[in-house]
């Protein structure tokens, strides 16, 4: 819990042109490119359309890329329980730290026990620290209106490998709610764009002390880390400086509620390809994910430049990079050279 | 809030209406109603409002205005008027052809007001004022500095959703003036961080009747430090906050409001409804059915059809 202090993004695969193959040195360029922006971790999305052995083979690489200079974590968002447990085995082997607690879409609970049960089962089932997830992705909110079933995250939050929460959309109360609760006993994090705001106060309330993974390149490049300076001005009570700097960076605020990776937070799952363009504006791979995908369109990519712009980043122009990936882009550059 | 009621042609104020809805909001537990001004009203026609609900009010709740007039003379002029029939607050706001160049231009037409009145000032921070090239946050916190420590200016309204900007007013603002917010869902941690005594004006008729003042209650709960029964009954009355941000979106990024449908959702709970005048936003069956639905799962039902309140109850 305590390695769990700073910012974490999100990695998300590459693939080769025809979408059939890891790109493994794009997924390595991701790697160090979450390394340059000054992040502590970086989360590897695993549910954006990989097999088994494909999401075994992505976070191995990840894994072997970071080793030494940042942790790395993967959600748990697969289509059985079965795929979740053999995940967490091989994250262990590999290296990786934590894991983000989710639930299989076909799984549907009748009472908050059975959540329990099955996050007792994913617990005993590993050595690495779990991160309880309050999402809407999961529709508990037939347990609990906030769509946090705390009866059940109230026991959940007592096991011994359960090491933070994540707070992952932007409900004030739930936050609320969610602080009071946990706050004593696990590292409730900000995980959603809306608590960046509220960080100082979270901070000083509460201790938090990480931003779990997410988009956050966003607000930042690793030539201006922009929210890494945030982060740390508010961690060491620099509360003007820490000011100065949101305000800077709010312009792009709007791009990530309306017209980012999240596309409105309400469909359970998230814009995958809009989340690469994020990174590869700002020195990341780039390239499209596999169907199921929702389209990158002209107006998403000039709204990411723009809102760039507005926070004083120049953005990287050639989109023909992106769609090829700037690994592969910058070595067929070299080739044609 | 309270928004003015109209004869059946919309030619004319409905006295007994607005007398109704002010009544309303004494049986809702409120200590203050805001007369939106900006509704679609002549000058006159403000005068006479603000007249019948200070009247109606009496010393049973305090009457606010909305300072929304078309230039600095129509505000300094409604606010003679509100001294003089016992308003007891005005929430500050800027004419629609305000375009400061500078924050001291801001400091300069604000306190030409508070200088004229003897009303206590609410300072307003909105995005409808377009500030924004004043400061990134739209708050020009240079002149609010100085404004808040003008006598009669006693509290801030912050209207915006942004975390960051809601915590910075806090905490430039809190010690020398009563700052509240309209985000309902951060009431709790505003009450325990910063002391927060009032939230206003909104249309908290959509998360309450007055034979179930759940907002009310929630409140005296905060106020008393009891978390737990106030976070009981915010997530009892959640689906009515979920119906109330549905149909209230549309209308957020225009800088106006739907007042027909803000009616709608008073006239749930006894109010009077009514449309009211052009330019006007609909109120939709779409939008009838979520608030009606979103309220009745939280208990509170009206048996009324729809269409008494396009009449208003009072015709």
Known sequence: MEKLRGIENATMPSFTPDMRELDEEGIRWDVRQAIAHGFMSTMCACEVGLSLEENKRFLEIVCNEAAGKILVSLTLLFDSLQDTFEMLSHAEKVGASHALLAYPQTFRPDNPQEIVEVTNQISESTNLGLVMYATDKFDFVRFHPSHVPFDAYDKIADLPNVVSMKVGFGDPAMTFESFERYGDRLQVNVGTPWLLGLFPLLRKRYGAQWFGGGSWEVWQSPEQPLLVEYYDHVVNGRTDRARAIYWRIAPANVMANRAGIARGGDIGMYHWPMGKYVSWSVGGNGGLTRQPAMRLTTELMQGRKAALRAIGIEPRENDEEFFIGRARYERQQAEAS | ?315
Not at chain 2, 13 to 31: K, M
Not at chain 2, 130 to 155: K, M, Q
Request: aromatic residues 10%.
């Open chain 2, 1 to 315: 809030m309270l928004m003015p009621s109209f004869s059946p042609d919309l030619d004319t104020l409905n006295e007994e209406a607005i007398r109704l809805d002010v009544c309303q909001s004494i049986e809702h537990g409120f200590f203050s109603s805001l007369c939106a001004l900006e509704s679609g009203l002549t000058p006159d026609e403000q005068r006479r409002m603000l007249e019948i609900a200070c009247d109606e009010a009496g010393d049973r709740i305090g009457i606010s205005l909305s300072l929304a007039g078309e230039s600095m003379a129509e505000n300094i002029e409604i606010l003679e008027y509100a001294e003089s029939v016992g308003a007891t607050h005005a929430l500050l706001s800027y004419p629609q052809n305000f375009r400061p160049a500078t924050q001291e231009d801001v400091y300069d037409f604000v306190s030409t007001i508070v200088d004229a009145t003897g009303l206590g000032i609410v300072l307003f921070v909105s995005d409808k004022f377009s500030f924004r090239h004043l400061h990134p946050s739209g708050v020009p916190f240079d002149a609010y500095e100085r404004l808040a420590d003008l006598d009669n200016v006693i509290t801030m309204k912050l209207g915006g959703m942004d975390a960051a900007l809601i915590l910075e007013c806090f905490e430039r603002f809190n010690e020398r003036l009563l700052v509240t917010s309209v985000v309902f869902g951060m009431l709790p941690m505003l009450v325990q961080n910063f002391g927060l005594q009032w939230s206003g004006a909104w249309t908290v008729e959509a998360l309450q009747s007055p034979q179930k003042p759940y907002a009310i209650q929630f409140m005296q709960h905060l106020q008393n430090e009891e978390i737990e029964e106030a976070m009981e009954i915010y997530w009892r009355l959640t689906p009515a906050l979920t119906a109330m941000a549905q149909v209230m979106a549309p209308a957020i990024p225009t800088g106006t409001y739907n007042w027909s449908l803000l009616k709608f959702q008073q006239w749930i709970s006894g109010g009077n409804g009514g449309m009211t005048r052009q330019p006007c936003m609909r109120v939709y069956q779409r939008d009838i059915d979520t608030v009606r639905s979103g309220l009745a799962s939280i208990g509170i039902e009206c048996a009324d059809p729809d269409d008494q309140f396009f009449e208003g109850r009072i015709q």
